[in-house]
């Protein structure tokens, strides 16, 4: 591999660990970021969006921070709102985010998944 992946997520995510793990043992280099220490960018939140097919894809509806969210939080119209809601609530981003190194993103980690992006 020429150049490492970037693996964003958050430090104490079990779902992070597990693909850092998963990465680690099977010798794919890998650069670790944790966003809630080292903010994405609105604009990089708003590629990574478009890329996936939009906010829906990118944003998780199942954890305890989404259900914890005022109703009126949960339907931001605009990609401003959407980043703003991000900005706020950094545990929204669904884990990890997968950036290889021709910029194409992937999210979530399952050990099938992570065999098919990685080749192993």
């Not at 990118?58 to 980043?83: A, F, I, Y």
């Not at 992937?106 to 065999?115: L, Q, R, W």
Request: charged letters at 25%; hydrophobic letters at 35%.
């Amino acid at each position: 591999m020429t150049s490492a992946i970037t693996l964003y997520g958050l430090l104490n995510c079990d779902t992070c660990k597990k693909a850092r793990n998963w990465l680690k043992r099977f010798e794919v280099e890998h650069e670790f970021v944790d966003y809630r220490a080292n903010p994405v960018p609105a604009a990089t939140l708003k590629a990574w969006a478009q890329q996936l097919g939009g906010w829906e894809k990118l944003v998780n509806k199942s954890g305890t921070t989404w259900r914890n969210l005022l109703p009126q939080r949960k339907s931001p119209g605009s990609d401003p709102e959407w980043t703003l809601l991000l900005k706020e609530y950094p545990a929204l981003v669904r884990r990890p985010v997968v950036v290889q190194p021709d910029g194409e993103i992937s999210v979530g980690f399952t050990d099938n998944g992570f065999k098919k992006l990685f080749g192993k």
